[in-house]
């Protein structure tokens, strides 16, 4: 136990000695970067798609889905997508503690649950969209994530629609079978070419196209902070298996 209490010690050591030496540092963040505020995965052995439904999650969560089946859809979305009341952990603070010293380039997240913004964080590339904002597939009116959740706006066959237009509304979330946004895509990998160090948390680097993105990284040292091992180990100059939260939490 001591052993690993030092090794992890030493490590994290390392990571401050990478940081201290670093004005651009981009953070590539995952579904593990959240977990530790409460919100579930998706692939661990407890995450979603690894639970029962009558329709398996990720078809579920998938374009032809959303427009074939809407009001299973919304069932699955409002009891499992849809959280509040979570507030940002250690991880989320320290990379708003940096953007705010200026040591922060951005964040590319995978994440749609907006807490990188609700610590602070305003340079935030969102792979894969955002819970936080709905739109009117018709007149393109934005609702919030309340207008969503409230049953009360649902049309008669149980699902929300515009007031305005009758338009559908759809979580501005990129589904399965949608692209990501160009506009997105090209901030983000602006970023990770212009980065001098480039931070991998809470994720498996599984989900493609975004952690093809990392690629775009020019850099010389890539740190992988993630519980468990994955693919990308290999590649990084410092690999720390253990919480993210606490590692980014013990850094000034």
């Known amino acids: 136990m001591a052993e690993k209490e030092n090794e992890l010690k030493s490590k994290i050591q390392k990571l401050q000695e990478l940081v201290d030496k670093s004005s651009r540092i981009v953070f590539f ?37 959303y ?23 250690a991880a989320h603070l320290k990379l708003a503690e940096w953007e705010e010293k200026g040591k922060l380039l951005s964040i590319v997240t995978q994440n749609i649950d907006g807490l ?22 018709k007149c393109q009116k934005l609702y919030d994530i309340d207008f969503v959740a409230d049953k009360k706006n649902d049309c008669e066959e149980g699902y929300p629609r515009c007031p305005e237009c009758g338009g559908m509304i759809k979580p501005d979330v990129v589904l399965y079978g949608e692209g990501l946004d160009p ?12 980065a001098d160090l480039l931070i991998i948390g809470g994720t498996s680097l599984t989900v ?12 010389k040292d890539i740190v992988l902070i993630n519980r468990d091992p994955g693919p990308g180990d290999s590649s990084a100059t410092l690999v720390i298996h253990h919480s993210i939260g606490e590692v980014l939490g013990a850094l000034a």
């Open 67 to 89: 427009f074939s089946h809407t009001k299973e859809f919304y069932e699955f979305y409002r009891e499992k997508l849809i959280i509040r009341g979570i507030k940002p952990n």
């Open 116 to 137: 990188h913004q609700a610590a602070g964080n305003k340079n935030v590339w969102e792979l894969h969209g955002s819970t936080l904002r709905n739109f009117c597939r």
């Open 208 to 219: 493609y196209p975004a952690a093809g993105l990392i690629n775009y990284y020019r850099g």
């Open 183 to 194: 506009h997105v895509i090209e901030g983000a990998c602006a970023s990770l070419a212009a």
């Open 29 to 65: 963040g995952g579904a593990g970067v959240s977990t530790e505020s409460g919100i579930p995965d998706f692939r661990s052995r407890d995450g979603l798609y690894n639970q029962k439904w009558k329709y398996p999650p990720e078809e579920i969560i998938s374009a032809p889905f």
